[in-house]
């Protein structure tokens, strides 16, 4: 699957986001390695810290469904650019390696980035 189909993918997850605080809509696709792909939005809540973002609610809804290895995730939000959050990288991280793929859209195309580039010095429980 190509970057620009799981942005597609990823934007059609977006208009299922629930940010009724923010106004600011993020939809995810995540690419099992099973070639599976797992979709997410955020959902916000009126205390914040309940708020989950979509990148996670993809993570989470894959690896409740028992996928563990993962190919690559596109994330687009209101803005151009929509790079994921702290604790979305490290989540990633768990299942994850460095070579894994970050689709981002920029000006109507996508941009990759590995999760190494934008997670280096992961925390590592098991080192």
Same mark, same amino acid.
């Given at each position: 699957?190509? +970057? %620009?189909?799981?942005? &597609?993918?990823? &934007?059609?997850? %977006? ?39 979509? @990148? ?23 803005? =151009? ?7 979305? %990288? ?6 994850? +390696? ?8 920029? @000006? ?13 010095? &992961?925390? =590592?429980? &098991?080192?």
């Amino acid at each position: 699957m190509t +970057g %620009r189909q799981l942005i &597609k993918a990823a &934007k059609s997850a %977006r208009e299922f986001s629930y940010s009724p605080y923010s106004g600011f809509k993020v939809g995810a696709a995540l690419l099992g390695k099973s070639g599976r792909v797992y979709t997410g939005c955020n959902i916000e809540n009126a205390s914040f810290s309940p708020t989950v973002c979509a @990148e996670r609610t993809a993570l989470f809804k894959a690896v409740s469904e028992g996928e563990r290895e993962f190919v690559s995730i596109a994330i687009v939000g209101n803005t =151009d650019m929509c790079y994921p959050c702290g604790v979305c %990288r490290q989540a990633l991280g768990e299942f994850c +390696g460095a070579g894994f793929k970050v689709y981002l859209e920029r @000006e109507g195309k996508p941009v990759m980035f590995t999760l190494g580039e934008l997670l280096p010095g &992961k925390f =590592d429980f &098991k080192k």
